[in-house]
């Protein structure tokens, strides 16, 4: 609750502001029931959070900015000093509302790189070489997420994106 007051005039008004919170509750299903998806202003309780769905074993990591960030192995889990006991287990749908994160880079190096998923499904880093070629292909430079060098290198590396069209 957030209290405040203005001069109107010989008077005083007090406005009193009340902030309704909308706190998620994880709740088991049977199987023949739906999980009812969190408003989108709950999703905003995961961010800076690690997570996984009990249907899955992948974790992600939430970003401050509500992208998903998968955690490909545990060494690079491990390289950001987490711990498998913060993750918490969430629905499907809870995981799916957050975009991946795919535009990434290493604090103090200028690359930036496009994540992609290769023919093969393995994922792989495109540097994209110039602000020109990360404009034209509608790439937004607030989306761009920090990663640690462990996790950059765990990436393979693909062709760099030559053209305004990445793939």
Known sequence: MIIFNKRLGSSFVVFVVISILTIP??????DSQ??????????????????KSS????????????????????EVFLSYKNSFRNVLTVSDSTIQSFPEAN????????KIYKLQYSQNGQ???R???TPEIFNKNGLRWNEIVPVNVMEMNYYLQG???RSAIIA
């Open 25 to 30: 509750l994880l709740v088991n299903l049977q």
């Open 127 to 129: 540097w994209i070489p």
């Open 34 to 51: 739906a999980a009812t998806p969190l408003p989108s202003r709950a999703l905003n309780t995961y961010w800076g959070k690690l997570v």
């Open 123 to 125: 994922l792989i880093k």
């Open 103 to 110: 535009v990434v880079h290493v604090p103090g190096n200028s």
């Open 55 to 74: 249907s899955s074993p992948k974790t992600y990591y939430i970003t401050q900015k509500g992208f998903k960030r998968w955690m490909p192995t545990a």
């Open 159 to 161: 062709s760099y994106c």
